[in-house]
């Protein structure tokens, strides 16, 4: 507090400086979210490949669908670590132009960043508040409300999603359930008549535990929230 009990106006460069932190911290706890996704992720590839050993087909692709979500959590965080470091890129810009001007530029560049990063839901309150203080010290132009709107990541999987659950069931259980990536499906033998039998009579003799997959599913549903 100034004289009086003014507030003292920030100074520029240590608004921006104060900036950088926060992107910096937001950026490692997105780190620690991708690690524990990845975490998870390995738990319930485990779990699948147990399911398809049983032959328990439906378990398989249920599993299936949650490394797919966790996959599309991860490529999502990852794009918005790469807004993070592009907007600490743009604040090491304005430092520039600080010793120069003296004073914050406006940054379209900033504010495209930030708007996308408002529809992130994992970074989604601390960067709405880091847009608030951008906009108050003149960095950026005021968002319109729709650019504050959350984006679900926990939508339903929509019908092409299903290629990469089949490539996932694929992937994991070596061939044996799913369908192969077009790059190799051409070349894959038809498989013999008994092995299909065989897969069959497995899969109505195993017994699932939908027990442990939805404790599993809540677990990933938490880190991805």
């Known amino acids: 507090m100034g004289l009086f009990g003014q507030s003292k106006k920030s100074d520029p460069k240590e608004l921006v400086r104060e900036w950088q932190t926060k992107l910096r911290k937001e950026s490692r706890q997105l780190d620690r979210q991708i690690l524990g996704i990845q975490r998870e992720e390995e738990k319930i590839k485990r779990s ?47 430092l520039a132009t600080l010793r120069l001007s003296g004073s914050l530029q406006k940054s379209a560049e900033v504010m495209k960043s930030m708007q996308d990063l408002v529809k992130v839901s994992d970074v989604a309150a601390s960067m709405r508040e880091l847009s608030k203080e951008m906009m108050k010290a003149g960095l950026i132009e005021e968002m319109v409300d729709d650019a504050f709107e959350s984006i679900d990541d926990q939508e339903e999987l929509e019908e092409e999603a299903q290629e990469e659950v089949d490539k996932i069931l694929w992937e994991l259980t070596a061939g044996k359930l799913g369908e192969a990536p077009d790059a190799v499906r051409d070349t894959l033998p038809v498989p013999p008549k008994q092995k299909v039998a065989a897969a069959a009579a497995a899969a109505i003799e195993s017994d699932s535990d939908e027990e442990d997959v939805t404790k599993m599913q809540e677990r990933l549903e938490a880190l991805r929230s």
Not at 76 to 87: E, G, N
């Open 48 to 94: 699948l490949k147990d399911a398809a050993k049983k032959g328990d087909k439906d378990v398989c692709r249920i599993l299936a669908k949650e490394v797919v979500r966790s996959r599309k959590a991860i490529g999502k965080i990852h794009s918005a670590k790469a807004q993070i470091k592009s907007v600490e890129y743009s604040m090491n810009q304005q």
